[in-house]
């Protein structure tokens, strides 16, 4: 873990610091089955079953790799294609590249080995959102869409989903619902790609769900082929999953984020990395983490009612959530329904919105879950270890270490799927998805920050005396600019360093000592991370413009700090860049400048100058096909 970082978990929809690219939606495809008949859908979905259940067995995610090579398999592929509208006329390069896949494959069959695995660092995700469903009248009504994306994006995603009515036995099956969309130079998600199949309740029903996704690159010639499968029963009280943590330390205060602070204490974390005192670990290795106690106003203490402990050795790069919830398998007809299996794919993740791909838990769900075999809910508790890369069946491996999702927002996923019995002859399934960011009961994310000044460093206050950060105290307030304006200090947050920090020098005989990603002023006035910095680039100081004369980096062992200044009023006044001070007489930026600044930025260029050029008479037939055949 960073020293001095910071999560932070949005409870709003409020859209990230960052320049979202422009959207490559070429509009959603026509619903599957618009252009397929439904025995097809049936037939088809039926063999991919069989497969998905030899292929799943024992996994640990939901998707499997599509085997171009097996000739169902691929009429499976061109089938859902054809219904969704795609042909080799309105989309040439997609087939083109589909025929090179089979018979790339079919090549490794024949010589009796394995596709080799994704290079590049090219891990992509594929899951199903299938919600806990309302009960209207009759029947239970669901919504769901497939989660599709790879890292850094794709030059091409497909992704589709179909809903189905079954019985149980699966003797008895009907579409009552699909969609599909395509997205080009991005492939970072599909929520508009959504179905809600309503269900017959106190019935032997269920509710199954499929969905297909074609990811291709074409910078490195790599394709990703997936399906997934899931299912739930339609009883008369669904499965549902209720969340306690993460959450707020003072609910209903108002407050638009909750963050958990794992290098560093400050009175604005909900959550911190604490010692055996439940005081913040400060950079010393933490025995666990815990919620702030809002009964103590002065200090950062933490709650031992609510608190986290290690269960292994503590890794300071990877990304620590504490989880709590109840997942209740649901009753039917008054009668409750008992947990009897936990199925693959009962995980937690991190979904990378800008960046796509999803980091997944260092272990899955199975072992919390496995003592409520036989009761009607399981109450879940771990310190979720989220930095496991993403790798479906050989298509890639994602790196998840910190470093590489600091400053992007986050969403939290969390899937429960096991077998009940409510009281009849058969196990059935129960299966529901929370993503925090769009259930409206919670709404959050997680996200990284990390920046912080050396102990020692000198800041100047309102009244001009200049103190070191150490002595600096809530409601003070400091020096922003040459001006002499002042923002107050909101929270200070210290903690350790384990990377080198940055020392910089310059031609008027200042001389600071910050971390990799703490903002400095340019001349310019545009904020640049410290680590960015070389000799004779020109910075903003309190006497004016100086030269960087030397830029150098040292081990650190002592303490580090930095503030959040400015109210929402003071900041509104001051506008954009004004949250700085001057360290060491260097004019750097506060804790959210340095979010702001480092954050990831998605690409916004128009999607032509993004996408290859192979693939731009895909594109611009799409619009087309999509207003003339919808």
Same mark, same amino acid.
């Given at each position: 873990m960073?020293?001095?970082?910071?999560?932070?978990?949005?409870?709003t929809?409020?859209?990230p610091?960052?320049?979202?690219?422009?959207?490559?939606?070429?509009?959603?495809?026509?619903?599957?089955?618009?252009?397929?008949?439904?025995?097809?859908?049936?037939?088809?979905? %039926?063999?991919?079953?069989?497969?998905?259940?030899?292929?799943?067995?024992?996994?640990?995610?939901?998707?499997?790799?599509?085997?171009?090579?097996?000739?169902? %398999?691929?009429?499976?592929?061109?089938?859902?294609?054809?219904?969704?509208?795609?042909?080799?006329?309105?989309?040439?390069?997609l087939?083109?590249?589909?025929?090179?896949a089979?018979?790339? $494959?079919?090549?490794?069959?024949?010589?009796?080995? %394995?596709?080799?695995? *994704?290079?590049?660092?090219?891990?992509?995700?594929?899951?199903?959102?299938?919600?806990?469903?309302?009960t209207?009248?009759?029947?239970?009504?669901?919504?769901?869409?497939?989660?599709?994306?790879?890292?850094?994006?794709a030059?091409?995603?497909?992704?589709?989903? =179909?809903?189905?009515? $079954?019985?149980?036995?699966?003797?008895?099956?009907? #579409?009552?619902?699909?969609?599909?969309?395509?997205?080009?130079?991005?492939?970072? @998600?599909?929520?508009?790609?959504?179905?809600?199949?309503?269900?017959?309740?106190?019935?032997?029903?269920?509710?199954?769900?499929?969905?297909?996704?074609?990811?291709?690159?074409?910078?490195?010639g790599?394709?990703?082929?997936?399906?997934?499968?899931?299912? @739930?029963?339609?009883?008369?009280?669904?499965?549902?999953?209720a969340?306690?943590?993460?959450? *707020?330390?003072?609910?209903?205060?108002?407050?638009?984020?909750?963050?958990?602070?794992q290098?560093?204490?400050?009175?604005?974390?909900?959550?911190?990395?604490?010692?055996?005192?439940?005081?913040?670990?400060?950079?010393?290795?933490?025995?666990?983490?815990?919620?702030?106690?809002?009964?103590?106003?002065?200090?950062?203490?933490?709650?031992?009612?609510?608190?986290?402990?290690?269960?292994?050795?503590?890794?300071?790069s990877?990304?620590?959530?504490?989880?709590?919830?109840?997942?209740? +398998?649901?009753?039917?007809?008054?009668?409750?329904?008992?947990?009897?299996?936990?199925?693959?794919?009962?995980?937690?993740? *991190? #979904?990378?919105?800008?960046?796509?791909?999803?980091?997944?838990? %260092?272990?899955?769900?199975?072992?919390?879950?496995?003592?409520?075999?036989?009761?009607?809910? /399981?109450?879940?508790?771990?310190? $979720? !270890?989220?930095?496991?890369?993403?790798?479906?069946?050989?298509?890639? #491996?994602?790196?998840?270490?910190?470093?590489?999702?600091?400053?992007?927002?986050?969403?939290?996923?969390?899937?429960?799927?096991?077998?009940?019995?409510?009281?009849?002859?058969?196990?059935?399934?129960?299966?529901?998805?929370?993503?925090?960011?769009?259930?409206?009961?919670?709404?959050?994310?997680?996200?990284v920050?990390?920046?912080?000044?050396?102990?020692?460093?000198?800041v100047?206050?309102?009244?001009?005396?200049v103190v070191p #950060?150490?002595?600096?105290?809530?409601?003070?307030?400091i020096?922003?600019?040459?001006k002499?304006?002042?923002?107050?200090?909101r929270?200070?947050? =210290?903690?350790?360093?384990?990377? $080198?920090? =940055?020392?910089?020098?310059?031609?008027?005989?200042? /001389?600071?000592? *910050?971390?990799?990603k703490?903002?400095?002023?340019?001349?310019?006035g545009?904020?640049?991370?410290?680590?960015?910095?070389?000799?004779a680039?020109?910075?903003?100081?309190?006497?004016?413009?100086?030269?960087?004369?030397?830029?150098?980096?040292?081990?650190?062992?002592?303490?580090?700090?930095?503030?959040?200044?400015?109210?929402?009023?003071?900041?509104?006044r001051?506008?954009?860049?004004?949250?700085?001070?001057? +360290?060491?007489?260097?004019?750097?930026?506060?804790?959210?400048?340095?979010?702001?600044l480092?954050?990831?930025?998605? !690409?916004?260029?128009?999607?032509?100058?993004?996408l290859?050029?192979?693939?731009?008479?895909?594109?611009?037939?799409?619009?087309?096909?999509?207003?003339?055949?919808?």
């Amino acid at each position: 873990m960073k020293p001095c970082s910071r999560f932070s978990v949005p409870v709003t929809a409020a859209l990230p610091l960052v320049a979202l690219a422009t959207s490559a939606w070429a509009g959603p495809l026509r619903s599957p089955d618009r252009g397929l008949d439904g025995a097809t859908l049936v037939e088809d979905s %039926q063999y991919m079953r069989r497969v998905f259940e030899e292929k799943s067995r024992g996994a640990g995610g939901e998707s499997i790799a599509i085997d171009l090579a097996d000739p169902a %398999q691929y009429r499976f592929v061109m089938n859902r294609l054809r219904g969704s509208g795609k042909t080799v006329a309105n989309a040439p390069r997609l087939f083109e590249r589909l025929a090179l896949a089979q018979r790339k $494959a079919l090549a490794h069959k024949a010589a009796g080995t %394995q596709a080799a695995p *994704l290079a590049n660092n090219w891990g992509c995700d594929h899951f199903l959102n299938l919600t806990r469903g309302v009960t209207s009248g009759m029947v239970r009504v669901y919504e769901s869409n497939p989660w599709a994306a790879c890292l850094n994006g794709a030059s091409y995603v497909y992704t589709d989903i =179909v809903a189905f009515n $079954a019985n149980n036995a699966e003797t008895q099956t009907t #579409v009552v619902d699909s969609a599909s969309g395509e997205e080009y130079a991005a492939g970072q @998600s599909f929520d508009d790609v959504i179905v809600r199949p309503a269900i017959p309740v106190n019935q032997d029903r269920q509710v199954i769900l499929d969905s297909m996704m074609i990811a291709m690159n074409e910078n490195t010639g790599e394709e990703v082929v997936t399906f997934v499968r899931g299912q @739930s029963s339609t009883t008369t009280g669904g499965a549902d999953l209720a969340l306690e943590h993460p959450r *707020l330390s003072v609910p209903g205060s108002g407050k638009l984020n909750t963050e958990l602070c794992q290098m560093r204490g400050g009175i604005d974390c909900d959550y911190a990395a604490v010692g055996a005192t439940l005081a913040p670990s400060g950079g010393n290795t933490p025995t666990s983490i815990a919620l702030r106690n809002p009964a103590v106003t002065a200090s950062w203490v933490g709650d031992a009612a609510n608190n986290f402990p290690l269960t292994r050795a503590w890794d300071w790069s990877h990304v620590y959530v504490p989880t709590k919830f109840t997942f209740n +398998a649901g009753t039917k007809n008054g009668i409750a329904c008992v947990i009897k299996e936990i199925l693959p794919g009962s995980k937690v993740r *991190l #979904v990378k919105p800008i960046t796509g791909g999803t980091c997944m838990s %260092q272990a899955d769900l199975t072992p919390f879950l496995a003592g409520s075999i036989n009761s009607q809910t /399981a109450n879940v508790t771990l310190l $979720a !270890d989220l930095t496991r890369e993403t790798s479906i069946a050989g298509t890639g #491996v994602e790196n998840c270490a910190m470093q590489t999702i600091i400053n992007q927002p986050v969403e939290y996923v969390i899937t429960v799927s096991t077998k009940v019995n409510c009281g009849t002859t058969a196990n059935t399934p129960a299966s529901v998805t929370v993503r925090m960011l769009s259930d409206s009961r919670y709404r959050y994310g997680v996200q990284v920050w990390n920046s912080c000044m050396a102990e020692g460093t000198q800041v100047v206050l309102a009244d001009g005396s200049v103190v070191p #950060v150490e002595s600096v105290k809530r409601g003070q307030r400091i020096v922003t600019n040459a001006k002499g304006d002042t923002l107050t200090v909101r929270d200070v947050q =210290v903690g350790g360093e384990r990377d $080198a920090m =940055v020392n910089l020098r310059d031609d008027k005989g200042h /001389a600071v000592s *910050l971390t990799d990603k703490h903002p400095v002023i340019m001349a310019d006035g545009k904020p640049l991370a410290a680590g960015k910095l070389k000799v004779a680039d020109k910075v903003s100081t309190r006497e004016g413009v100086a030269t960087l004369t030397s830029v150098t980096r040292e081990k650190y062992a002592g303490k580090v700090y930095n503030f959040s200044l400015g109210t929402t009023e003071e900041l509104a006044r001051a506008g954009k860049h004004a949250n700085t001070m001057f +360290a060491n007489g260097f004019r750097v930026g506060d804790n959210a400048m340095q979010g702001e600044l480092t954050a990831p930025v998605a !690409d916004s260029r128009e999607t032509l100058e993004r996408l290859p050029a192979s693939w731009h008479k895909d594109y611009a037939l799409a619009p087309a096909f999509v207003a003339g055949q919808r």
